[in-house]
Structure formats: C-alpha cells, structure tokens
C-alpha cells in the first residue's frame, strides 16, 4: 500500500507560481513512476507530468517549458513547480504513484488561477 498527500495548492493570479507537493507513506526509491495529473470541471483526468525511478521526466505538451516535476528520495516527497500560470491550468490536481503494478492516487488539492 501506498499513501500520497498532496499539499500546496491555493489561489493564484495569472502570471504567478505554485508548487505543488506530494508525500508518500513508503520510499519513493521503490515507486517506479510518479506523476501529477489534473482535472478540470468538466474534463477527463489528464498527465502533466511524470518522472521515473530513473530520473527522467515527460510533460504535457501544454505546460512544458512552465512546470518542473522533481523527486526528493530523501524525503519521499515529489514536487510539481508552476510557474507563468494561466488561468486553464485551473483545476483539481493529483499525484499517483505506480508501484508493483498498482496505481496509488492522492486526495487532490485545488489550483485556481484568476485572470
């Protein structure tokens, strides 16, 4: 089993930067894949980015130059950092974790970008 809790969102002009956080219950070390997705009103859940035991990272086409997912294996926490927010990057964010086959979804945490 996996527990994630994700922390940071919140309210924001367009323009400005949020980061996102996500703890894990077990070590990142053993999480193959984590990643943030996100949901708008709606919208299908979608991939904004994901970042693999490896290190390597791919993101949406839509928030690639603007968003930096990064892992921190020493505190089992993945970061999602959001900048030159707009106000369509509004919506619920996620973080999921996949891990022996299984996937491990977050809580969720709001992101509202007023314009």
């Known amino acids: 089993q996996v527990q994630l809790v994700e922390s940071g969102g919140g309210l924001v002009q367009a323009g400005g930067s949020l980061r996102l956080s996500c703890a894990a219950s077990?070590?990142?070390?053993?999480?193959?894949?984590m990643g943030w997705y996100r949901q708008a009103p709606g919208k299908q859940r979608e991939l904004v980015a994901a970042?693999?035991?490896?290190?390597?990272?791919n993101y949406a086409d839509s928030v690639k130059g603007r968003f930096t997912i990064s892992r921190d294996n020493a505190k089992n926490t993945v970061y999602l950092q959001m900048d030159s927010l707009k106000p369509e990057d509004t919506a619920v964010y996620y973080c999921?974790?996949?891990?022996?086959?299984?996937?491990?979804w977050g809580q969720g945490t709001q992101v509202t970008v007023s314009s």
């Open positions: 077990v070590s990142t070390y053993s999480i193959n894949v």
């Open positions: 970042i693999y035991s490896g290190g390597i990272t």
């Open positions: 999921k974790a996949y891990k022996l086959f299984r996937d491990y």
